[in-house]
């Protein structure tokens, strides 16, 4: 009896630290060189966008052979803002990557925490995905112009749903109406948790207009149950049957970028190193199918090109959160 | 009947060796996830996800589909055996759950929440299978209005029922709203509570709150009266699973009754499990004292470990039909297996059954083996797990801390959350030495921002213009429910006032 006792707690204490153990990929380890071990912080919990964007990373490089070691540890918490001020605080280390995004831009400004992205090392921009405005089905409205005509009436009796507040639905939806002549703090913006959220105050009728990625509502629109009415992308992209913004004569373009920073303080040529390891991802098959896979485009940036983006980003980001009245 | 034939060609692709091995992983790893404290089907999803990429999508999706499942076979185990519940869709299964355990009839309540668990799923996914298309249109009748009139509707229905004390009740709900309120505020972007720090920003995880409440708060409890109580009796850790005639037939009419609850509540996204579990539990205690039974609340009753169980995985088999046919993910681990499904092309929502027919059938057929095949691995583990009170009780309680911690570890990897589960633990503490209930505080986190959100999302969308809330049939059926509901209880505690009063009088004379 005893004996059987023992056995069952032996039994679930391996369990449990065999778990543990999976789940805490710890960060902790020597300085070696990035080639042999790379460790790639996603901000966000498991599942999240910027999850998925590290270990489709993570997979990649190990697939080619790139890096012997990759692995993913998940910092979340207030949009990433917690995993950024974990990295600032890592200075100098040569072999963590972090995985970075349009979401952080905006949530470090919101927070007001001191650390922010001009204090990392930035590495590369790989992949874009884009906003898109829709209508429920029932809707009376069928193209932009109708709705912004309506909108400019009243704005408060058109609500739109998207995501949290200071997320990239949120920003676009300021923008669209600073440029279609509304006061951004006047929009009458509905926040919800995920697209998820608000496909279904679409299904339901609740909001006026819903502003999410496409490719959340991909086969909503080809279904019908969704009419979009634009896309936030520059110009039309393949197989996307909708609008840009910019068509129908509304001057706004925004992308949903993911990307890659380092720790402040390192070497040059380790810097160098890294964004050849991510260079090397960018041409492998692997990252070709990843993209395609879901659906991103590709948007590939380094060096120089990749900083003065960053920058102009993060000027037009706070102009506009400051605009919105948060 | 095409469904009909659907589904068995599906079983056909479902009931291979191979397959049926994925399915037999998936179940045992998502049990033993849904076990420990903390960790969910949520995470198991996640982390295998990338270990799937080699599977083909038949093989993963079965897997995913039984770790589903799994997860909520298992939560309820420790919560039974040992009070503290690892996630937020066990804690109604452990009130009587855990009663019962005490009583010595732990395997039993371990069978019980596994019968539950199948039948719960079992309906759920058959009536998805045949009426996904009616089903979802539930979904699009259910804007802010209905969802806060839902909630307030809830709010009504359970507390009144799980607390004993009016004041001692409104304190812990009290406690509740505060502990949910922390965090930055949705729709206004506020900071709440947070003391200025970024690691607060995202609220209190609610498995935080009933780790720490529940699981940590009962380990200083016993801890505290080790040396008073005495001779502690005995926990009898034997005893059969298998329900016998006459217990059956007590359970049966709550499985049903549990199912009925979970049912809606899956295709409708406000928040998982946990309203409906609760809703289950509050109708079998109301039941309970109309028919004078003494075992609910004191040594426990198999209704209410029947009816919620049946209720959570109800909902966990419905929320699959709207993720399928709507693309809707109505919980965590919806979600999660939303960006999963994506990954091999295959997109849920209206499309999904005309365009991925070859993949769809098989999964739902494997649902139906999955549950089969946990309810075999589930019911005979009982009695197993049940000897786990076997351990002795210092041993035992060091190991549930150690779980509890790690477990709240796993959830973010933040030396926040272990400071404030021991925190919350202190506080479950103190609630209990004082007696204040503790199911109120958990209803409030749950309920309270849920209610507070959708009030402000009514609101937001109709200008102010206070009309929106009354301004549908479901709000208006929920509404009259619940008046008539309040003032049932006032009659009857009336009544019982009256009666108390006449006895009283009887016993003078």
Do not use: C
């Not at chain 1, 704005?155 to 998207?162: D, F, N």
């Not at chain 1, 496409?214 to 936030?232: H, K, M, P, V, W």
């Not at chain 1, 909708?242 to 380790?270: H, K």
């Amino acid at each position: 009896m005893k004996k059987r006792i023992i056995s069952i707690v032996v039994g679930v204490l391996t369990i449990g630290v065999f778990t543990a153990a999976a789940m805490d990929a710890s960060a902790s380890g020597s300085t070696a060189s990035a080639r042999s071990k790379l460790t790639i912080m996603a901000p966000a919990a498991p599942g999240g966008g910027w999850d998925g964007f590290g270990r489709e990373a993570q997979q990649g490089l190990r697939r080619a052979g790139i890096v012997n070691n990759a692995q993913v540890i998940n910092v979340p918490g207030a949009g990433g803002t917690i995993g950024l001020s974990k990295l600032v605080q890592m200075d100098g280390r040569d072999d963590m990557l972090m995985v970075t995004g349009a979401v952080m831009i905006g949530a470090s400004v919101l927070s007001k925490t001191s650390e922010s992205l001009a204090d990392t090392t930035p590495i590369a921009r790989l992949a874009d995905d884009y906003s898109v405005l829709v209508v429920p089905a029932a809707s009376p409205y069928n193209t932009m112009a109708e709705f912004v005509e309506a909108w400019q009436k009243a704005p408060g009796a058109h609500s739109i749903a998207g995501g949290s507040l200071g997320s990239i639905d949120h920003l676009l939806s300021g923008l669209l109406g600073r440029t279609v002549g509304i006061t951004p703090s006047a929009v009458n913006y509905v926040a919800y948790s995920g697209g998820g959220e608000v496909l279904a105050s679409m299904l339901s009728n609740t909001a006026a207009a819903g502003i999410s990625g496409y490719n959340e509502f991909r086969d909503q629109i080809e279904a019908g149950t969704l009419r979009a009415l634009g896309i936030s992308s520059p110009e039309r992209l393949d197989g996307v049957p909708v609008p840009t913004f910019i068509e129908s004569g509304i001057d706004v373009q925004m992308s949903n970028w993911r990307g890659y920073v380092a720790p402040p303080g390192i070497a040059d040529d380790a810097r160098d190193e890294m964004v050849a390891i991510i260079t090397e991802l960018h041409q492998t098959d692997e990252w070709a199918d990843t993209l395609r896979r879901n659906n991103w485009t590709d948007s590939f940036q380094v060096g120089d090109e990749f900083d003065a983006f960053l920058e102009e980003e993060t000027t037009r980001v706070s102009d506009l959160i400051r605009e919105l009245g948060l | 009947m095409d469904q009909l034939t659907h589904l068995l060609e599906g079983f056909s692709v479902a009931l291979t060796p191979i397959n049926l091995l994925w399915l037999v992983i998936g179940a045992v790893l998502g049990t033993a996830v849904g076990v420990l404290p903390g960790l969910g089907s949520a995470m198991a999803v996640a982390l295998l996800l990338p270990v799937t990429f080699s599977l083909d999508p038949t093989g993963a999706f079965i897997m995913f589909a039984s770790i589903y499942f799994g997860g909520l076979f298992g939560d309820s185990t420790a919560g039974i055996l040992l009070n503290t519940p690892g996630n937020s869709s066990a804690i109604a299964t452990t009130f009587e759950g855990h009663r019962m355990a005490k009583d010595g009839r732990a395997a039993k309540a371990l069978g019980t929440s596994a019968m539950g668990a199948f039948l719960g799923g079992m309906i759920a996914t058959t009536l998805v299978v045949f009426f996904a298309p009616y089903l979802v249109r539930l979904a699009t009748m259910f804007g802010p209005a209905e969802y806060f009139a839902l909630a307030a509707f809830a709010f009504v229905a359970i507390s009144s029922v799980v607390a004993e004390s009016v004041l001692r009740g409104l304190l812990a709900l009290s406690i509740g709203l505060a502990l949910a309120m922390v965090g930055i505020d949705g729709p206004s972007g506020a900071a709440r509570f947070t003391l200025g720090l970024p690691q607060l920003f995202d609220g209190i995880s609610i498995i935080v709150i009933t780790v720490g409440l529940l699981a940590l708060g009962e380990v200083l409890h016993v801890a505290s009266r080790i040396h008073r109580d005495g001779a502690v009796t005995r926990v009898s850790a034997g005893g059969s699973p298998f329900l016998n005639w006459r217990e059956f037939r007590k359970a049966f009419p709550a499985f049903l009754r549990g199912t009925s609850f979970g049912v809606p509540f899956g295709v409708i996204p406000v928040g998982g499990s946990e309203v409906p579990t609760f809703l289950a539990y509050g109708t079998e205690k109301r039941l309970a004292q109309r028919r004078g039974d003494t075992d609910f609340g004191g040594r426990g009753a198999i209704q209410g470990v029947a009816a919620p169980e049946a209720a959570g995985n109800a909902t966990a088999g419905t929320a699959m039909g709207a993720l399928l046919a709507l693309g809707l993910p109505t919980s965590a681990t919806a979600a999660m297996m939303i960006a999963a499904f994506q990954q091999y092309g295959m997109q849920p929502g209206p499309l999904l059954f005309e365009r991925s027919a070859d993949l769809v059938w098989p999964l739902l057929a494997s649902l139906f083996v999955g549950l089969v095949i946990l309810l075999i691995i589930n019911l005979p583990f009982a009695a197993v797990w049940a000897k786990l009170l076997l351990v002795p009780k210092h041993y035992l309680y060091a190991g549930i801390t150690l779980f509890a911690m790690l477990g709240v570890y796993a959830i973010a990897s933040a030396e926040m959350d272990l400071w404030l589960v021991l925190g919350i633990g202190l506080l479950g503490f103190l609630m209990r030495r004082f007696s204040i209930p503790l199911a109120p505080v958990l209803i409030a986190a749950i309920l309270g921002p849920l209610a507070e959100t959708e009030l402000r999302r009514a609101l937001a969308v109709s200008e102010g213009d206070l009309g929106i809330l009354v301004g549908s049939p479901i709000t208006i059926a929920l509404y009259s429910l619940m008046a008539v509901a309040i003032a049932f209880t006032l009659f009857q505690g009336l009544h019982a006032r009256a009666a108390k009063r006449r006895a009283l009088v009887d016993s003078v004379r």
